[in-house]
């Protein structure tokens, strides 16, 4: 049975309208992040399916010392907060160590664990432990049947409110790719499925001192995922990707996210038979 969860005012299903996970790859401002989401807010408003506002405060797997991490835990969510307050959107975040789950889950309704950390129990049974929903990005190296372990812990726990998301698997050195069968096998769990569409089309470590990837092939991979019937997308986006401080080689700009969320509420209509 294929199981809602109430994300703030909307209902995530696989066999509810699409829902959308989006933002910058990292926190850059106040300012910037604010005015994003905005922005982001405005156009997936027109496609009148949910949204839920993506947030980093920190960006602990970089490839280079130098890299750009973000502005913290109390920073971070202190502007998560006032993003959250100016658009009414709730919002999902990061948490990359066990004693920053409690500190995330007093502003976000979703607490994210990265696919490079999807095993690591103790982070998983503390944001388990917080009651908050819980999204699980299926590791790179981890095959989707895998995933059933992951769910059995945040279920151990008592809680129920879990999203899984596929965001690709390692294809030899610095490249990535999807296998859309992984889909399909996680969604027999019952749970809302969710796709990474930007994070699928990285090349990790292509640049030498950061990550590189190709933002143009994430819609293609977008429409793929959307007609197998999903719960949502997860893409990041922002206003100027080529001078991101993180990740921007596979973030969108606003001219494509907005063609693209479009395309894919068609796609959605379709498989889920929507009027």
């Given amino acids: 049975m294929q199981k809602t969860i109430k994300i703030g005012s909307f209902q995530i299903g696989n066999t509810r309208p ?3 996970m989006a933002g910058t790859c990292v926190i850059e401002s106040e300012q910037h992040y604010i005015r994003t989401a905005k922005k982001l807010k405005e156009i997936i408003a027109r496609t009148h399916h949910p949204f839920i506002l993506k947030a980093s ?24 907060a006032k993003a959250k307050k100016i658009t009414g959107l709730p919002a999902v975040v990061d ?28 982070l998983v049974l503390a944001c388990a432990d917080t009651g908050r929903a819980v999204n699980v990005k ?25 999203l899984l998301t596929e965001r690709g698997a390692s294809f030899g050195y610095g490249d990535l790719i999807v296998d859309m069968r992984s889909l399909e096998i996680m969604k027999q769990f019952g749970y809302p499925v969710i796709f990474d569409a930007t994070h699928s089309v990285q090349k ?9 990837g190709n933002r143009h092939l994430a819609p293609v991979l977008a429409k793929s995922a959307t007609a197998l019937g999903i719960a949502g997308v997860f893409f990041e986006a922002h206003p100027t990707p ?28 379709v498989v889920k038979k929507f009027k």
């Fill in 18 to 20: 699409l829902c959308f």
């Fill in 57 to 80: 405060f920190d960006k602990a797997n970089r490839t280079s010392l130098a890299a750009f991490r973000g502005p913290g835990l109390a920073k971070g969510l202190e502007i998560l």
């Fill in 95 to 122: 948490v990359h160590e066990p004693w920053q789950a409690e500190e995330a889950a007093h502003v976000a309704d979703i607490l994210q664990i990265p696919a490079f950390l999807c095993r690591q129990t103790d």
């Fill in 138 to 162: 299926k590791g790179q190296f981890l095959s989707p049947n895998a995933m059933e372990q992951v769910i059995k812990k945040i279920e151990s726990r008592g809680n129920h409110k879990i």
């Fill in 204 to 212: 990790p470590g292509a640049l030498g001192t950061a990550t590189g």
């Fill in 242 to 269: 080529d001078t991101a401080l993180s990740d921007g080689p596979n973030s969108l700009d606003f001219t494509l996210t907005a063609h693209m969320v479009k395309e894919l509420c068609a796609i959605d209509a």
